[in-house]
């Protein structure tokens, strides 16, 4: 089990477990079950319930969210670059970033811009 944090503090939370639940941040909670992420070798990041993180299309601008499972799908192959930038990047290559650090603010996919601190992330725990 991973928290998924950003680089101001703050973690990626689902607050739901519904099939199309948009990924936000909000202050880091460890008993919290909508912000344990697991890292899968297919690339996959899923939440405690098993819902994979999720992109639906490759434009920047595009919300993350949650989704059922389906293996092979890029849309759901995520590459967290810890040795480079910290980025957390999509099969397509775009990055995960939050254009503010308010709670609540989804996490969306942007160009990726190493040094960005809306686009580092760390996953604890």
């Known amino acids: 089990m991973h ?8 973690c990626m939370d689902i607050g739901s477990n519904a099939p199309g639940t948009i990924v936000g941040i909000t202050n880091c909670d ?4 909508s912000q344990w992420w697991y890292s899968f070798p297919d690339g996959t990041i899923r939440n ?32 967290p670059n810890y040795a480079y930038d ?15 650090n308010a709670v609540g603010t989804p996490v969306g996919m942007a160009e990726c811009r190493p040094g960005y601190t809306s686009q580092k992330w760390y996953f604890r725990g």
């Open 3 to 10: 928290m998924i944090q950003n680089d101001n503090g703050l």
């Open 30 to 33: 460890a008993r919290l079950t």
């Open 48 to 79: 405690f319930n098993g819902l994979c993180m999720d992109i639906g299309s490759n434009a920047p601008g595009t919300l993350v969210g949650v989704t059922y499972c389906r293996p092979g799908y890029h849309s759901q192959a995520w590459f």
């Open 86 to 100: 910290q980025t957390l990047r999509n099969y397509n290559g775009l990055c995960a970033d939050i254009g503010s």
